[in-house]
């Protein structure tokens, strides 16, 4: 089956602890996205990247980092530096053609701090 | 002009009756506007998209409504069932490479058996 996963489900950090949420996609789209969702709020682009090797800060990306070393995969680090990170974490992947298709999402990470 | 507007923010309707979500987009470049419905605790799915050269796409209970002039868009949801209860976004784009979507704040609609 095609499609976006993403792990874990969910993850409890303390403060002042980084971690890394996992993205993997076998759609083999170019574009990978990641996305916070607060309570009750839209989707905030954190990262995306549209190929291998590059990716580019979305609205919120402090205290966040990613790395893009294989076309499948996406992961992002959530930093000490982020001052809020409680939060749902959306991984989504599109095709980048020459015409607009679907974007894909993955069914999420829930980040707890404690 | 890159914002998308999306009201109402929340929305209750009686089972059976007609669900309404508008939505607003200032960028005359963007030519692709989808729908898309999450649950709680789940990642957004695609309900249904409309490009702008047509002004009305159709899928079962779901139709999108679209209005170049005026840069906006609809959902309608017919004959609104409990299972409909999720939060709505719209969004836009463009086929312009590297340009992204832009969402909505989202609708949370509640429909009442």
């Known amino acids: 089956d095609g499609g976006i996963t993403q792990s874990p489900k969910y993850l409890f950090r303390k403060e002042g602890q980084n971690v890394t949420l996992s993205c993997e996609q076998n759609?083999?789209?170019?574009?990978m996205y990641w996305y916070r969702q607060d309570p009750g709020q839209g989707l905030r682009l954190i990262y995306y990247?549209?190929?291998?090797?590059?990716?580019q800060k979305g609205d919120i990306a402090e205290g966040y980092s990613v790395s893009r070393e294989k076309k499948e995969s996406f992961p992002l680090t959530v930093t000490s530096a982020q001052k809020n990170p409680t939060a749902f974490y959306l991984c989504?992947?599109?095709?980048?053609?020459?015409?607009?298709?679907?974007?894909?999402f993955g069914p999420g990470t829930r980040l707890t701090v404690l | 002009q890159q914002q998308v507007k999306q009201s109402p923010q929340s929305l209750i309707v009686q089972k059976g009756g007609i669900s309404i979500i508008n939505c607003a987009y200032e960028?005359?470049?963007?030519?692709?506007f989808p729908w898309y419905q999450q649950f709680p605790g789940k990642g957004p799915a695609l309900l249904i998209a409309?490009?702008?050269?047509?002004s009305e796409k159709k899928e079962g209970r779901f139709t999108i409504s679209f209005n170049k002039s005026a840069k906006q868009f609809s959902l309608h949801i017919m004959d609104s069932q409990p299972g409909d209860s999720a939060t709505y976004f719209c969004?836009?784009?463009?086929?312009?490479?590297?340009?992204?979507?832009?969402f909505g704040p989202g609708t949370r609609l509640s429909v009442l058996p």
């Open positions: 960028n005359t470049a963007f030519d692709y």
């Open positions: 409309i490009r702008p050269d047509v």
């Open positions: 759609l083999n789209h170019d574009a």
């Open positions: 990247s549209q190929i291998v090797n590059d990716f």
């Open positions: 969004a836009a784009g463009t086929d312009n490479y590297g340009q992204n979507f832009v």
């Open positions: 989504a992947s599109r095709w980048t053609g020459t015409r607009l298709d679907e974007q894909f």
